[in-house]
């Protein structure tokens, strides 16, 4: 979508909003009162089982006599145009509805979203995804909670690092160390054999690099957003990422199709290494799951923490809901350790609640991994307009550049002056 496009689209939202009441506020209305009723919950194809949604909608009417909650799964395609035009209606509006965590900031700074915050230590407090709840936080206002987590992690193939006498990666340097010495081992003999497949339309798992190094695309200061791409912490990142696109990786600008797929390389022998989301460990192919490794991506330094990005959804109150008050019970039902707990099971998403992670089934990931993978976590700038930052492809646009070896200072300073234009727009 051209940029003109999207800024129209989050202009055409502000203004919808605004024209209904409910934009600048987010505050609860004063027709959100009612005792019972029936509740409407949009939730996405996918996202929750249907024996989860079955016990939601049974439990939520034995505790509330009277009033009923009904599921309605959304498909993901065009989600943001349908939750712009209902939410904007009080007549039309979901009571409750699934948002994607980096397109909350978006909703709630334009009014379409609840105020939460009074809820925070009842749905579960320190225990939710840290870094879900800062993106839904504005101004000291919570305006949405973690439904659901998809964890990235380092898939490896432990036969042939200790083939090649390298152990498991500490650090990030280790990293990128150990992917050009399996590759100039190349243990197999594997013709055009890489030590890593690593493409740059999987930007999620890229910026774990960037928010290891202590650096994000973007920060607020004094009430405008300054990019956080010229500064020695992401720079350090991006050099190494250069090396290795420079010495040892597959794939690097393969289209998004291709990419998606990272495993198929991995069972081919063409690479040691892959990282992507934990759902592929179900597309590892039999033969390898037993000499399949699987690491959080290394911090910086031996011992310390990374920080990696985390795709996901939150869960959040539509301002124009009528029915505020029993929302709010929903929401605690949504976020209580029986729902929490059969997501986990039946979906295998780490859940908003991350002390119920145990209820992720076994795999080649463990559960204790994905937990602490998502405590880490860190997410992109909760900027009202950082979906445009997105929808411009502005994330693989800075990792192109960098793939394709430009430099590291024309790029950082060229990509941040479009985050810094993109951010700012008004």
Same mark, same amino acid.
């Given at each position: 979508?051209?940029?003109r496009t999207?800024?129209?689209?989050?202009?055409?939202?502000?203004?919808?909003?605004?024209?209904?009441g409910?934009?600048?506020g987010a505050d609860?209305?004063?027709?959100?009162?009612a005792?019972?009723g029936?509740?409407?919950?949009?939730?996405m194809?996918?996202s929750? !089982?249907d024996?989860?949604?079955?016990w939601?909608?049974?439990?939520?009417?034995?505790q509330?006599?009277?009033?009923?909650?009904?599921?309605?799964m959304?498909?993901?395609?065009?989600?943001?145009?349908?939750?712009?035009t209902?939410l904007a209606?009080?007549?039309?509006?979901p009571?409750?509805?699934?948002?994607?965590?980096?397109?909350t900031?978006t909703?709630?700074?334009?009014?379409?979203?609840?105020d939460?915050?009074?809820?925070?230590?009842e749905?579960?407090?320190?225990?939710?995804?840290?870094s879900?709840v800062?993106?839904?936080?504005l101004?000291?206002?919570?305006?949405a909670?973690?439904?659901y987590a998809g964890?990235s992690?380092?898939?490896?193939?432990t036969d042939?690092?200790?083939?090649?006498?390298?152990?498991?990666?500490?650090? $990030?340097d280790?990293?990128?160390?150990a =992917?050009a010495?399996?590759?100039?081992a190349?243990?197999?003999?594997?013709?055009?054999?890489?030590?890593?497949?690593?493409p740059v339309?999987?930007?999620?798992g890229?910026e774990?690099w960037?928010f =290891?190094?202590?650096? &994000?695309y973007?920060?607020e200061k004094?009430?405008?957003? +300054? =990019?956080?791409?010229?500064t020695?912490?992401?720079?350090a990142?991006?050099?190494?990422?250069q090396?290795?696109?420079?010495?040892?990786?597959?794939?690097?600008?393969?289209?998004?199709?291709t990419?998606?797929?990272?495993?198929v390389?991995?069972?081919?022998?063409?690479v040691?290494?892959?990282?992507?989301?934990?759902?592929?460990?179900?597309s590892?192919?039999?033969?390898?799951?037993? +000499?399949?490794?699987?690491?959080?991506?290394?911090?910086?330094e031996?011992?310390?923490?990374?920080?990696?990005? $985390?795709?996901g959804?939150?869960?959040?109150?539509a301002?124009n =809901?009528?029915?505020?008050?029993?929302?709010k019970?929903?929401?605690?039902?949504?976020l209580?350790?029986d729902?929490?707990?059969?997501?986990?099971?039946?979906?295998?998403w780490?859940?908003?609640n991350t002390?119920?992670?145990?209820a992720?089934?076994?795999g080649?990931?463990?559960?204790e991994?994905q937990?602490?993978?998502?405590?880490? !976590?860190?997410?992109?700038?909760?900027?009202? &307009?950082?979906?445009?930052?997105?929808?411009?492809?502005?994330?693989?646009?800075?990792?192109s550049?960098?793939?394709?070896?430009?430099?590291?200072?024309?790029?950082?300073?060229?990509?941040?002056?479009k985050?810094?234009?993109?951010?700012?727009?008004?």
């Open positions: 979508m051209a940029k999207w800024i129209a689209a989050a202009a055409s939202l502000a203004a919808v909003l605004a024209i209904t409910c934009a600048g609860t209305g004063g027709e959100g009162d005792d019972s029936d509740l409407r919950v949009w939730l194809q996918d929750v !089982s024996d989860a949604v079955a939601l909608e049974e439990e939520f009417a034995a509330n006599p009277g009033s009923t909650l009904t599921v309605e959304q498909p993901w395609d065009d989600i943001v145009s349908r939750l712009q209902s209606s009080k007549s039309e509006t009571d409750i509805v699934e948002i994607g965590n980096t397109k900031a909703f709630a700074n334009v009014g379409a979203l609840a939460l915050s009074g809820l925070y230590d749905v579960g407090g320190d225990d939710l995804i840290p879900f800062d993106a839904a936080t101004d000291g206002k919570t305006y909670y973690p439904l964890t992690v380092v898939f490896y193939r042939l690092l200790e083939k090649a006498g390298i152990p498991e990666p500490e650090t $990030l280790d990293l990128v160390a =992917s010495a399996v590759q100039a190349n243990p197999e003999a594997v013709e055009g054999f890489k030590g890593i497949y690593f339309v999987d930007v999620h890229l774990g960037l =290891s190094h202590g650096a &994000n973007a920060h004094d009430g405008e957003w +300054v =990019s956080g791409l010229d020695p912490e992401a720079k990142a991006f050099e190494q990422m090396t290795i696109w420079d010495t040892s990786a597959l794939g690097a600008l393969d289209a998004k199709e990419a998606g797929n990272p495993w390389p991995y069972n081919n022998g063409e040691a290494m892959f990282s992507y989301r934990v759902f592929a460990q179900d590892i192919s039999p033969e390898l799951a037993d +000499v399949t490794g699987v690491m959080a991506l290394p911090p910086v031996a011992g310390g923490e990374s920080h990696q990005f $985390l795709g959804s939150n869960v959040a109150i301002a =809901s009528s029915k505020q008050e029993l929302a019970k929903a929401m605690k039902l949504i209580s350790e729902f929490m707990s059969q997501l986990a099971a039946d979906s295998g780490v859940p908003g002390a119920y992670a145990s992720i089934p076994d080649i990931v463990d559960a991994l937990q602490q993978i998502a405590e880490t !976590s860190e997410l992109t700038p909760a900027a009202p &307009n950082w979906a445009i930052v997105e929808g411009n492809n502005i994330p693989v646009d800075l990792y550049a960098l793939a394709r070896g430009e430099d590291i200072d024309e790029v950082v300073k060229r990509i941040g002056a985050i810094e234009e993109t951010l700012n727009a008004k």
